[in-house]
């Protein structure tokens, strides 16, 4: 156990878009948010997995929604306690502990206001060790565990709780809900005991982000470069880059989609690079092949600060570097990729893991 | 209090069918479904409203989505014990009665079903004295009481818990939620203590569907015109005869939305009436003038049966009897037609009671 203050959370922040995979939520209000509950209402205390019972019950937080809309529909603070609060009523229980649902700039950090005000531990892990679009695309899933019961709230005072046969079910019926929340809304969902979460969550990801952000930090200070220290840190590697050219996107049911083309320069020079994205990337190809593909993660950082890119911050002219990241190795299995797999999203090609893109692209 | 057997339900179903002004749901597929629940789990009580205790708790029983959809897909059964058993969970607290939140074909008599099903005794009165298409249109709004906590309940297990700021956003997210449920779920909704119901509700609704009923088959068997019977019990006029021409029907966002053409016979010879609906008909006009309009009561008939046609069974061709009856007087006050006026349902002319309506076009 460590304690979580304001000042961690630059790095988690930071951290957090690296693996935000361009969604998740902007850092930056993210960040913010977070500060502010810590500095009120003092620091959190950050769990490893193994410290839970295995009867605890652990309700993770998030926010939903399209990140076009949720950079200028800011949550009004006590919407996340309505919905923790319509949990807890529901079960008749008390929530022992909160934690992220996805890594990202504003999911991984959005937990700590809860944790903060409402005085709950928060978890060192989270259902997908990145970000992904959907509900039903959580670590969780792969295990049976129901996103229900699901509460959602909204800025106005409504609130929703959901009971649903399977997890693409409670998409559904969240999703449409949100699109009528003003395509935004905070919410408490997969209730789990500490047995289950064990089991199914994807540990670690808090830390892991704060180390990124960390290395992007470090590196800057040292005049280092801060693109080198994320591959350090994640394993990953560099799959592009160059100035980012047309960008198509569309508020589309709830979701922020579209594409952007990036101009390769350097060793890229007269190469093209597309990224596709709904929410998150999913998607970086070039006229000749791909180079990644969910479930591994796709991030855009900012060529000279290291700063990630999200979705809906990328801009035209934009220097940029395209990194890969392989994702958990649980999304690799053939339940896994049924989830959250190329083909899931509308893609006609198989799931290649990004370690032997980069080997067939060196050869 | 009496009991109201499997036989009751024939003249029940009619008259309701009546006072549905053309929604409010199939008449045949729900009076089958309480026909059977009741066979199967014996009579209900029907009380009057006054026999209830000021803190009883009654919640209302309803089925909600696009007549041209229900039809179609007909309830599975439970889905409405479901529903209940969510808002008592939820209430933490046993439901003491049910009751018809409109009249109409199927929501006259669903309520039956779980009366039956739960052995719950059923209030002798609704929330609209006929029927409306939008949830928060019921005298219980008027007196501002809480469509919420709400449950919705579908064929596949899924179920929904709805808290709400006011009605109309109830509206919103359960019109929303039963689109995804295929345009058909059933729910309870309007949790309301005896006090709060004695003095919101519309009394002895059910009462007045068997009266209609019985009058039309009483006609029927008699040799007498059972359009005749109709307005006798109702108290309401005849506007229109003829044959039904063009229809225009669609299912617009969980709607079914139209308008209907008559040829006029008789009397009306020459001259034309449209109607236009939203589940339940709105208003009927000829080329020279409103002849009715909501939130009055506009009834359409088989000219020689004296059955109640549906927005969904308009057929060309049908020999049809355009009635008004007049609406219950709480509708009539500044709030009731900001609720349910001509102008919510954007029509630009002020309401004119049918009553004056009438008594115009005979000068």
Redesign the interface.
């Known amino acids: 156990m460590r304690l979580i203050t304001a000042d961690d959370m630059e790095e988690i922040a930071l951290g957090a878009a690296v693996l935000g995979t361009g969604g998740g939520g902007d850092p930056y209000i993210g960040k913010l948010l977070a500060i502010e509950a810590l500095r009120r209402h003092g620091p959190v205390q950050l769990l490893d997995i193994d410290a839970l019972d295995d009867d605890d019950l652990i309700v993770p937080a998030a926010m939903m929604g399209a990140p076009t809309v949720m950079i200028e529909k800011i949550p009004q603070g006590d919407e996340i306690i309505r919905a923790f609060r319509?949990m807890e009523s529901?079960l008749g229980r008390s929530i022992t502990a909160t934690m992220s649902i996805e890594a990202g700039g504003l999911n991984s950090t959005t937990p700590f206001s809860v944790a903060a005000a409402l005085g709950l531990p928060l978890i060192d892990a989270d259902g997908m060790g990145r970000a992904f679009p959907e509900i039903q695309m959580v670590t969780m899933s792969i295990d049976d565990i129901s996103a229900t019961p699901f509460t959602l709230a909204d800025d106005?005072?409504?609130?929703?709780?959901?009971?649903?046969?399977d997890n693409l079910?409670t998409e559904?019926?969240a999703r449409?809900?949100v699109?009528?929340m003003g395509c935004s809304a905070m919410l408490a969902c997969f209730p789990m005991t500490g047995r289950q979460l064990k089991q199914a969550a994807v540990p670690g990801t808090i830390s892991l982000c704060q180390r990124i952000g960390r290395a992007i930090r470090q590196a800057h200070n040292d005049g280092q470069s801060p693109i080198e220290a994320v591959l350090e840190v994640t394993g990953g590697y560099r799959l592009f880059g160059g100035k980012i050219g047309d960008i198509q996107r569309r508020t589309v049911r709830g979701f922020t989609r579209g594409q952007a083309v990036i101009a390769g320069s350097g060793r890229w020079t007269n190469q093209q690079c597309t990224l596709q994205f709904q929410n998150e990337f999913l998607v970086a190809q070039t006229e000749r092949a791909v180079l990644a593909s969910v479930p591994d993660l796709i991030t855009i950082l900012d060529a000279e600060t290291g700063e990630p890119i999200t979705t809906e911050s990328l801009r035209y002219g934009f220097r940029v570097e395209v990194l890969g990241i392989p994702c958990n190795e649980r999304w690799r299995t053939p339940k896994g990729l049924s989830l959250v797999g190329p083909q899931y999203f509308g893609y006609d090609f198989p799931y290649v893991p990004l370690e032997e893109r980069v080997q067939q692209r060196e050869q």
Chains 1, 2 share one sequence.
């Open positions: 319509e529901y106005k005072g409504n609130t929703l709780l959901i009971n649903t046969v079910w559904r019926f449409t809900a699109i009528e």
